[in-house]
C-alpha cells in the first residue's frame, strides 16, 4: 500500500480505508485485527448463543429418541491443574463403559483452535468422567458443525488437516453409536432434515 495510506491509518483516519487494507498493514506488523460484530445494539453473541442452544437441544432430542442407552450431560464444566473450560455435552454408554465428548459447531472459524480444542478435552476427559462417577473404557470424540453453506465451504477448504484429527464422518459415528465397542474420533454436518431453526448462514 501507498504510504500516504500508512500514515492516514497511523493517524487514526480508518473510515477511507477497507478492512482489507488494514488488515495487510496490520500483518505486515505481525498484528492480528478483530472485528466486534453487534446485533440490535447488543453482541453477536446472543445470536450465535441461539444457534448454539438449538443445536444443542436437537442433538439431545436425537439422543433421548434414538438412543436410550445413552446418558447425556450437557454443559459440562471443567478445573483440572489450572485447564478451565466446558464441554457441550457428555454422553455416557453405561453397558459399554465408553465416553463420548460432544463438541457443538454453529460456525466453524478457526480450524486449529476447534482441533486443538477438542484435543484437549479428549486428553482430560477421565478426569472428567471421573467427577460424575463414569470410569470409561473408551474416550470418544465427535464434533457436530450446524448445516449451512458456509460450514460445508470450510470444511471442503480444510478437509485433508481435518479428516486426520476426525476420522469417521455422519454415518460412521451413526453406526457407532448403536454399539460403541471402541474409540472413534468424528466430525459431521448435522443434518438438514434434523436442523429445524438450526443454521450457520443467514
Known amino acids: 500500500v501507498s504510504t500516504s495510506t500508512v500514515s492516514r491509518l497511523e493517524r487514526g483516519h480508518l473510515g477511507s480505508l477497507s478492512v482489507d487494507v488494514i488488515r495487510r498493514i496490520a500483518a505486515v506488523l505481525d498484528i492480528r485485527v478483530d472485528l466486534r460484530g453487534r446485533w440490535r445494539a447488543g ?29 447425556i450431560r450437557p454443559e459440562v464444566s471443567f478445573s483440572i491443574y489450572g485447564e478451565r473450560g466446558i464441554v457441550d455435552a457428555v ?36 478426569r472428567i468422567a471421573a467427577e460424575h462417577g463414569y470410569q470409561p473404557l473408551t474416550v470418544s470424540t465427535w464434533v457436530v458443525v450446524a448445516p449451512g453453506r458456509t460450514n460445508r465451504r470450510r470444511i471442503a477448504v480444510h478437509g485433508a488437516m481435518l479428516r486426520a484429527a476426525f476420522p469417521d464422518d455422519g454415518r460412521g459415528v451413526r453406526r457407532w453409536l448403536r454399539d460403541p465397542g471402541h474409540a472413534i474420533d468424528a466430525l459431521s454436518l448435522w443434518p438438514e432434515s434434523h436442523a429445524e431453526t438450526v443454521r450457520s448462514d443467514p
Not at 465408553?98 to 482441533?115: C, G, P, R, S
Open 91 to 126: 454422553a455416557w454408554h453405561p453397558a459399554r463403559r465408553a465416553l463420548l465428548i460432544i463438541e457443538l459447531k454453529t460456525d466453524i472459524v478457526d480450524v486449529n483452535d476447534l482441533v486443538g480444542g477438542v484435543d484437549r478435552k479428549r486428553r482430560l476427559a477421565g
Open 43 to 71: 453482541d453477536l453473541d446472543r445470536l450465535l448463543n441461539v444457534r448454539h442452544s438449538a443445536l444443542h437441544e436437537a442433538v439431545a432430542r436425537f439422543f433421548r429418541a434414538d438412543l436410550p442407552a445413552w446418558t
